[in-house]
């Protein structure tokens, strides 16, 4: 079952060359239990950060984030986090980098464990490879059990399939959606694609730059299977877009 997440208040700045900057300013998030939020903003705004202090990865200088009403203090295993690059470990087989997040289990256990969810991401004929075998959606998938296999009532995702091609991206998104419907993990994924946004989220949460504030959270009420080619889709993609060309210039694959 997935988790509450809770952001109040939080604000974030890094010091560089002894020069202070303000990256995230007055966040504030509730998050119910399986709900997926997508967070759009232009580079640099903030979301990798965010992310990182949800994941316990960074520290917010003020406010409070909260895992189902536990004051998040660092990494845990409530909370998973999948990176743009998968991160796999290249000297270890598939089958290793992904039974890295399981301690405690014995060799059997962890076995099946890693089984099971290679298997979810049809993997299970590579357990075996190494990462530079795999191609980047492979490897994407690989990534996916990884974080999966500690079963993280939150998952987070920093754009997860931004470096792939559009059709093996529109494939982990199903899977992805199925692996929410089996699972019900409360989750939040950084994208720089409009379409993934109104794809898959159940709310979007537009940020603006420098420092990265929360500018619009926008439901999306679409229902559970979507038509990419809907009009209703296409309103909600210009919608989303004109926050970021606010002339509201006039796109003809967005003209509705
Ligand atoms: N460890 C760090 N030290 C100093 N500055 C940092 C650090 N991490 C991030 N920043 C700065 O914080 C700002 C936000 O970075 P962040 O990675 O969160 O942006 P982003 O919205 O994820 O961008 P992108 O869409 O390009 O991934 C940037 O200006 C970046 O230079
Ligand atoms: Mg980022």
Redesign the pocket.
Known sequence: MGKTLSIQNVKKS???DGQK?D??KDINLEVQEGEFIAIV????????????IIAGL?KNDTGLVTVDGKEVNGPGMDRGMIF?EHRLFPWMSIEKNVQLGLKGLSKEEKTKLSDQYLELVKLSEFKKAYPSQLSGGMSQRAAIARSLVSQPEVLLL??PFGALDALTKIELQEELLKIRERFHNTMLM?T?DIEEAVYLADRIVV?S??P?RIKDVIKVELGTYRDRGGSDFAHYKKKIFDYFFEEKTVVPEYNI
Request: aromatic residues 4%; neutral net charge.
């Open positions: 890094f010091t560089v900057v990256v995230l903003g232009h580079s640099g705004c903030g979301k990798s950060t965010l992310l990182k960074e743009q920093d754009e950084v720089h940020m730059a420098r990265g």
